[in-house]
């Protein structure tokens, strides 16, 4: 992205960004690479580094491990691999052992499942392939502390080996020896020591003419003398020779080895690579946790559609200090393209500027930034700003003359793919010339399609908003009665600067302020005092909005809870007629139990007795008995306990039984010769012959 001026990043604070992301960094290769932070134009690119950061930021929140723990910066060491004739010493190849274990480890990690959950990551390994050999043939040569092992040669073992049992051979005699000088009295307290690698003894110096052997020293204050005894020079020099022996072929080992590895210098090299970027992305995505960041919607165009953004650097400030930070939302787009924000100072007109600005490099350098993640944004090829005073003395510039300049550059580079910011634009001049010459420069970035934020207290320009197409006007609103700003950016309305109110608030003398309003147009005053009082009712009209939703909210859940309430009635209702109904049935049954049983017993008699005229009245009273049967059926007497019937005619409204289940209900319908009765919650069509009206009996 092309920057105007080179120090448009610096005003944004882009700078500070990147140090925090420096502090994230473990690897000189992530450091580097984040105080040198790039602004991209390519949309794949910026996908690629948004979803890389995105996908490590879930790791962080669910809590999974991702083996990049081990960093090491071993560019020197791997240059110097390539090196012909160069030598690694042991300590330098178990650091390379080390990142062959961290890519092994990492490749590993990223197995099917996860290269397809975790796409974007994975692509800084495609390219890439893990080789075992480069492990097999350090751990064949070197132990894990970094020494070569005994069975790297043939020659370093029979030299180890020959090593081993002359030390052994020495031990005994120089025990011997010492044990003979201490018996005579001639040791020092000390009794040994080592100079120059060989084994000394340590004896009093008047004695040391009475030991055999080389004088190799003596102490500071002459007192003790150090003799390497006579019957252990031979082996001395013996050990010594097999030592230099020994270094050499180390160092032989250890030069086959560092040339046997060249061949895997660049595949190191690009380990190393890996490495650091996977560091490099779990900074951006410490970062993203620190500022709450997000990875919005981007789009391969000029576009910006910012819900609930944060500037990071003062979300961070208020997080850290205990505060609540007050979010912006910012639409524009190919009808709206550049946004006229008016208010009384101090009142967050710059910060929303400066925000808008930092969040598009951010985002275009691949980092997640703080807006809620239904947010869209686009991709600009050039950002440009003013703001404050750029007065230049190199050129003997005035702050207007320098403004200007500035806004030269604006209209002459300016395309649709431009996203610029203007602070206090016309400033440092006359107000109505430089009203004017901001309403021509406002005409020419519009008819260029370039897309920006300007902030403003010319009236002309909050007028001229609201009919150039394409541009349109926002407001930061301020609290008159407490004489604060609200920090909150109200679109589709210019703003009030507040002069006279703020003057009226902070107790300034009356008549100082009445001779103050006469000096203004008149016209101009009472635009100012119209954008204050609109102002004023919409945030009125706001907390009324915010009233009315709460109480349809509140509508509502109450309207579900009675929802409820009628569905639970509704069911205990029909749960009471299925038990009526059931016992209905039950009084059937048991009737029809009875009926069969006395019928049996009758046939049994009509086999046995010879007087069938007696058994025939018994079963026609057994028969013709529904009387009887309606007064015993336990529902009746409950009905008729309740309820008595009533020579009435049936009509709408009037309470009904059935005469055959004998259930209660209301007539709401009479169609012909049915009625529709409404029996509890349920309506039933029943014949008007199969109803009888009835009343309810009086106490």
Not at 48 to 77: C, G, I, R, W
Not at 464 to 479: L, R, S
Request: hydrophobic share 40%; with cysteine.
């Amino acid at each position: 992205m092309k920057l105007f001026p080179e120090s448009a990043a610096v005003q944004l604070e882009f700078d500070k960004v990147k140090a925090l992301l420096h502090e994230h960094c473990k690897s000189e290769y992530a450091k580097h690479k984040a105080l040198n932070l790039r602004i991209h134009t390519r949309l794949a690119f910026i996908e690629t580094e948004l979803q890389q950061s995105n996908e490590f930021k879930q790791l962080l929140l669910h809590a999974m491990h991702f083996p990049n723990d081990y960093v090491l910066n071993l560019q020197k060491d791997i240059k110097l691999l390539s090196i012909p004739g160069a030598v690694l010493s042991g300590e330098q190849f178990v650091q390379i052992r080390k990142l062959a274990l961290s890519i092994q480890s990492i490749f590993r990690w990223f197995d099917n499942e996860r290269r397809l959950a975790y796409p974007a990551m994975a692509k800084v390994i495609s390219e890439s392939y893990f080789e075992k050999a480069v492990l097999e043939m350090i751990d064949e040569v070197l132990d894990e502390t970094g020494n070569v092992k005994d069975n790297a040669s043939e020659d370093l073992q029979r030299i180890r080996m020959s090593l081993y049992k002359r030390r052994n051979e020495l031990r005994r005699m120089f025990d011997k020896v010492i044990a003979r000088l201490a018996k005579s009295g001639f040791t020092a307290d000390i009794e040994e020591s080592f100079s120059n690698g060989r084994r000394v003894v340590a004896v009093f110096s008047e004695h040391k003419r009475q030991v055999g052997g080389i004088l190799h020293g003596e102490s500071d204050s002459r007192k003790t003398a150090f003799i390497e005894p006579e019957e252990t020079v031979g082996l001395n020099n013996e050990i010594f020779s097999l030592e230099n022996e020994e270094r050499k072929e180390v160092q032989r080992i250890l030069r086959k080895l560092t040339a046997d590895l060249s061949v895997y210098a660049h595949l190191l090299g690009n380990y190393q690579d890996i490495v650091g970027e996977y560091d490099f992305i779990q900074a951006k995505a410490r970062f993203a946790l620190d500022i709450n960041g997000q990875y919005p919607t981007i789009i391969d165009k000029a576009h910006v559609s910012l819900v609930d953004a944060y500037h990071p650097l003062l979300y961070l400030y208020n997080k850290n200090s205990s505060k609540n930070t007050i979010p912006v939302s910012i639409n524009l787009d190919d009808k709206n393209r550049i946004l006229v924000i008016s208010g009384p100072n101090a009142g967050g007109k710059t910060v929303t500027l400066k925000t808008v600005g930092l969040l598009q490099i951010m985002m275009q350098s691949g980092l997640l930034v703080s807006v809620h993640p239904t947010s869209t944004m686009g991709v600009f090829k050039q950002l440009m700003i003013h703001i404050g005073d750029t007065q230049s003395l190199e050129f003997e510039l005035s702050t207007y003359s320098s403004h200007l300049r500035n806004m030269k550059h604006f209209m002459e580079v300016a395309s649709g793919k431009t996203l610029f910011f203007i602070d206090e634009l016309g400033s440092g001049s006359d107000p109505n010339l430089g009203g004017a010459f901001a309403e021509v420069i406002m005409e020419e970035l519009a008819f260029k399609h370039s897309f920006g934020i300007v902030t403003t207290h010319y009236l002309n320009l909050k007028v001229m908003a609201n009919k150039v197409p394409g541009i349109m006007n926002g407001a930061m609103a301020f609290d008159e009665e407490k004489l604060m700003p609200m920090y909150k950016l109200v679109i589709g309305k210019p703003g009030s600067s507040y002069t006279f109110s703020i003057a009226e608030r902070i107790g300034l003398n009356p008549n100082l302020i009445k001779k103050a309003r006469q000096l203004v147009d008149e016209d101009h005053f009472r635009l100012d005092k119209l954008l204050n009082r609109t102002e004023q009712d919409l945030r009125e009209l706001e907390k009324k909005e915010v009233e009315l939703a709460r109480l349809v909210k509140e509508n509502e859940r109450l309207k579900k809870e009675m929802t409820v309430v009628m569905d639970k009635e509704r069911h205990r209702q029909q749960v009471e007629l299925l038990k009526e109904q059931n016992q209905v049935k039950e009084d059937q049954i048991a009737y029809l139990k009875d009926m069969d049983r006395k019928l049996r017993q009758i046939v049994l008699d009509w086999k046995k007795t010879e007087d069938k005229n007696e058994l025939v009245k018994q079963m026609q009273s057994l028969l013709f008995r529904k009387k009887e049967h309606g007064v015993n059926n336990k529902l009746a007497k409950k009905v008729e306990g309740k309820y008595k019937e009533v020579n009435a005619d049936i009509q709408v409204g009037a309470s009904v039984k059935l005469k055959k289940n004998f259930q209660v209900g209301e007539v709401k319908e009479i169609r012909g010769k049915r009625a529709i009765v409404q029996v509890g919650l349920i309506p039933m069509s029943v014949d008007l012959a199969d109803l009888v009206v009835v009343e309810e009996k009086t106490a």
